[in-house]
């Protein structure tokens, strides 16, 4: 029930702010199909009009080879949403020294400069599990490219983005059931760069 209450209460701020959506997120953490997540996390925009902000994300493993995520978040600065949705999909398992490759695909809309926009994404991924320091954590690199469509001029523009992050149990006694993470978001063109932690909870 605590939980429950807990979840409603982001859930309401959240709707009642501005928002931007950020990051990868934990989509290409290997889960069992069916397993639930709701992760929070922090996020710095470090690019012109940028601030510190606070999203929260819920990923659902589907299938073998489906997650899907969507979310919301608050933050400052000029870069304002209110919804994102996406879906990662698997097309080679991490396997012996293959990596796992995925596609994941992602709609934003929301408000940027006071200006509605909605953009459409697909971001290859690449990630690998590794042993470290005996806990085992999931590097990932992704690059999303993405076409931003302004509905005030009509018009739009393409953007690309460099994120790198790792996913993994939290190595603290008590706390190994929950996930952490950590994303480094670089803006290529039309884009941002951000940084990102975060902590997964299991529903």
């Known amino acids: ?21 950020l990051g990868t997120g934990i989509s290409s953490y290997p889960l069992m199909t069916g397993k639930k997540l709701v992760t929070s996390e ?5 690019s012109t009009g940028g601030g510190l902000g606070l999203q929260v994300r819920y990923t659902q493993k589907l299938s073998k080879k489906a997650t899907l995520d ?32 995925s596609i994941k695909s992602t709609i934003e809309m929301g408000k940027e400069n006071e200006v509605s926009r909605t953009k459409l994404s697909l971001a290859p991924t690449i990630s ?11 590097p990932f690199f992704s690059m999303p490219v993405g076409i931003s469509l302004d509905s005030e001029s009509k018009t739009y523009e393409s ?11 939290l190595p603290i006694d008590g706390y190994n059931h929950l996930q952490g993470s950590a994303e480094v978001q670089f803006g ?10 975060g902590v997964s909870y299991p529903l």
């Open 128 to 138: 690998k599990g590794f042993s470290f320091w005996g806990k085992e954590a999931f």
């Open 70 to 101: 969507g979310g919301i978040a608050i933050s400052g600065g000029d870069r304002t949403s209110n919804f994102f949705a996406g879906v990662d999909y698997e097309i080679y398992p991490d396997y012996l020294r293959q990596p796992k490759i």
């Open 188 to 197: 290529v063109k039309d884009s941002y760069t951000s940084v990102m932690l």
């Open 42 to 46: 922090l996020f710095g925009i470090t």
């Open 1 to 21: 029930m605590k939980k429950i209450k807990f979840i409603s209460l982001i859930t309401i701020t959240l709707l009642s702010s501005n928002a931007w959506s």
């Open 159 to 169: 953007t690309i983005s460099a994120n790198l992050g790792i996913n993994g149990n």
